[in-house]
């Protein structure tokens, strides 16, 4: 079955290191996005692709970069840890068929820095 | 810009009991909307769905209406389980590429 999938599922790293985040699609879908989720803020979009070499930011994008290489990975980067990214992660995957179309998630990668 | 706001939680509620999760939006157009469930320690999962004024989203004894005249798109249940308690999101969406806006999540506990 296709499917999208993320890892590392959980890690622990410290202040001012280099993090990246995988997320990995079967669908072939051309719609990529990074989400984090804190307690009371529901989803906030950090970065965005609509296909191969795009990437756009979104609602909370200072501290993060992604890039799209091919159609089924983006990986998210944080260049520099901070206490404040310390978060659940959800990438999504999504086609370009219209409006309403389905985001589908992945399970979520739990980051804590220290 | 858009935005959606949910009623606060948590929710919590007896097995069988009625119930109704409120949902509002602003947008500058015309939104699709959407109901996402999260599972204890799982990712989000679509629940329904509607893309104009009027349509009925409806899954798994869910149901909520797009309602262009109040912005809102309530979420209701008229029996829920025990296997409902999850936190559940109202997002929409403007466009056909899919960036989703989410309102801030209502958390809801449902007792035996």
């Known amino acids: 079955d296709a499917e999208i999938t993320q890892s590392p599922r959980h890690k622990i790293t410290e202040t001012g290191r280099q993090v990246t985040l995988a997320c990995h699609q079967t669908w072939n879908h051309n719609n990529m996005f990074w989400y984090r989720q804190d307690l009371g803020h529901g989803l906030r979009l950090i970065h965005y692709?609509?296909?191969?070499?795009?990437?756009n930011k979104g609602e909370v994008s200072d501290g993060y970069s992604v890039s799209r290489s091919n159609t089924e990975d983006l990986p998210l980067t944080l260049e520099s840890a901070a206490s404040s990214q310390t978060s659940v992660y959800f990438c999504?995957?999504?086609?370009?068929?219209?409006?309403?179309?389905?985001?589908?998630f992945g399970e979520g990668s739990w980051l804590t820095v220290v | 810009g858009n935005s959606v706001t949910q009623m606060e939680g948590p929710v919590t509620l007896s097995e069988e009991a009625f119930l109704t999760i409120n949902c509002t939006y602003t947008?500058?157009?015309?939104?699709?909307l959407f109901w996402y469930v999260q599972y204890p320690g799982e990712g989000l999962q679509l629940l329904l769905k509607?893309?104009?004024?009027?349509d009925k989203g409806s899954n798994k004894g869910f149901e909520a209406t797009y309602r262009k005249e109040t912005t809102s798109f309530h979420l209701e249940k008229g029996s829920v389980q025990v296997s409902d308690s999850a936190v559940y999101f109202c997002?929409?969406?403007?466009?056909?590429?899919?960036?989703?806006?989410f309102g801030a999540g209502t958390q809801v506990v449902v007792t035996p």
């Open positions: 999504a995957s999504s086609r370009s068929t219209g409006n309403g179309n389905t985001i589908y």
């Open positions: 997002a929409l969406s403007e466009g056909s590429w899919g960036k989703l806006q």
């Open positions: 692709s609509y296909g191969v070499q795009d990437t």
């Open positions: 947008a500058t157009g015309y939104p699709s």
């Open positions: 509607a893309t104009k004024a009027d």
